[in-house]
């Protein structure tokens, strides 16, 4: 899907390098063109309470090395019962990851608009995991920009389809470099946010803010990979 350049915002982001705490923002709104001079920025959104839009930027930072993921051998079975799709219902996995039921739900009416928007422009994707007879099973969704995968939700209603989604998605992230090695040297960069015991578990580690910035810089610089734009 070609990406499209939206119009440029007409907020003005504070370098995130310059702020304290992870909150560097609060307001603006949520069209294609500020979300994405947000994520060059090293920022997101994110709503607090009375669905208040703050503007977030983790310090430290949890990323997943493109050749650190771990897979275990369970999981290489799990994929092996899946098939994985990219974009083909990016609608479906955020209504999934937005549901109401779920801990810590967090996506708004708003953001859900906004990311469909961002979707149909080429910048936000989907990675889905779906069982032999059709149905959705788990998958993820996030902003691809360069060389960043920006991931922002995931969600499974079968064991390890998020999981697995994630395997692929490394795979995508890695197509045209010559593996995983290749890939983290050229510079790609899978971001997660922040650390949670499930990620760390498939490899996802912690870096500063201001390493975060100076991968980040590196990773807009690439091409994006086949598939997300490339």
């Not at 294609?32 to 983790?58: H, N, Q």
Request: glycine share 10%.
């Amino acid at each position: 899907m070609p990406q499209v350049e939206p119009p440029p915002t007409g907020w003005s982001f504070p370098p995130a390098s310059a702020r304290t705490g992870e909150v560097v923002g609060v307001g603006a709104d949520l069209e294609p063109g500020t979300l994405l001079a947000a994520y060059r920025r090293g920022i997101f959104p994110m709503p607090v309470e009375d669905s208040v839009l703050a503007w977030w930027s983790p310090d430290p930072r949890a990323i997943i090395p493109l050749d650190q993921l771990v897979v275990s051998a369970s999981l290489r079975r799990a994929c092996r019962r899946f098939e994985v799709r990219v974009d083909t219902s990016f609608t479906a996995v955020v209504d999934r990851c937005a549901a109401p039921d779920r801990p810590g739900a967090w996506i708004t009416p708003a953001i859900r608009t906004a990311y469909l928007r961002l979707h149909r422009l080429g910048w936000a994707h989907s990675v889905e995991s779906w069982t032999a007879d059709g149905q959705l099973a788990g998958g993820l969704y996030g902003v691809a920009a360069g060389g960043l995968f920006a991931g922002e939700s995931m969600f499974h209603d079968r064991r390890d389809a998020s999981k697995v989604a994630l395997v692929a998605l490394v795979e995508l992230l890695c197509a045209g470099e010559g593996g995983p090695a290749a890939a983290a040297r050229a510079g790609r960069l899978l971001d997660v946010q922040w650390l949670t015991p499930h990620l760390a578990s498939l490899g996802a580690v912690e870096v500063s803010r201001r390493a975060y910035l100076r991968l980040l810089a590196r990773a807009l610089r690439l091409p994006p990979p086949p598939g997300f734009g490339g």
